[in-house]
């Protein structure tokens, strides 16, 4: 049986129907979603942290274009996958603004269900493209001027890593780590340096050191990691729902006039 990836989202609403709903959507396709409810905390999100999905509610009052653009500014999420919830007549704007895939509201459990499967494979194809991992390894970092501190890696990649520790760290600090990959033996020493980071202990590192043997045990172990993306698929129930649905003509089909059609749009370019 293919292994079943867990993404990283943010769902910024504070509709409780639109809540209700895209909870049980991101359950089904094993997507962590932090939820926030104020734009204050969106911001922080989509500005620091790495995301495989940006799933706004596009109710102008509050603000969902600067909710977008700062993820688009940003580093960790210039890429990632957007879907916004629009009322027909916005979503022109939310796709000049950064959206790569829309649900009409009010929001209705079938229909969205078939956005998010689209957008499913592109965050899995980005997820292999940023050639990242979601880990969670205890680590204690020396950290200039600080000392040593107690922290947690919870991203991975070659050439840096995101570290959430105890208390924030300022840009450039010099940090070094040493940690075992998980599921194996192996113990990996970094050097790196912040290159951004927020106050509540979150931060980015490039790497400015590995050593050749331990560069070689990450680069490997990172590699069969990555190779599970490849091989991953839709979620169980919800690829049965997509084989049903696509090209059946049976009731609960695409076919089924009943019903309206999907309607999202897709305007990654690939």
Known sequence: MKEQVQLDGLLFSSDAGVLRVMNQILDRFAIKAEVCTEIGSALEAVTHRRLDAVIVDWNIAN???RIVRSARKSSPNSNSTIVAMVDAGSETHALLVGANFMIYKPVDLDHASRCMRAAY???LQERRRAARVSVDIPVTARVSQLGILEARVSDLSVGGLALQC???LQIDR???LMFSLPGTKSVVRINGKVVNGNATGRAGVRFSFVPEEDLSLLESWLATELAKLEDAEM???EARVALYDEG???PGSSGDMTRPPI???NRREN
């Open 63 to 65: 603000d969902p274009t």
């Open 121 to 123: 494979g592109t965050m």
């Open 166 to 168: 105890e208390r924030p």
């Open 174 to 176: 010099e940090v070094s």
């Open 235 to 237: 979620p169980l129930g």
């Open 248 to 250: 059946t003509g049976v």
């Open 263 to 265: 309607q999202w749009k």
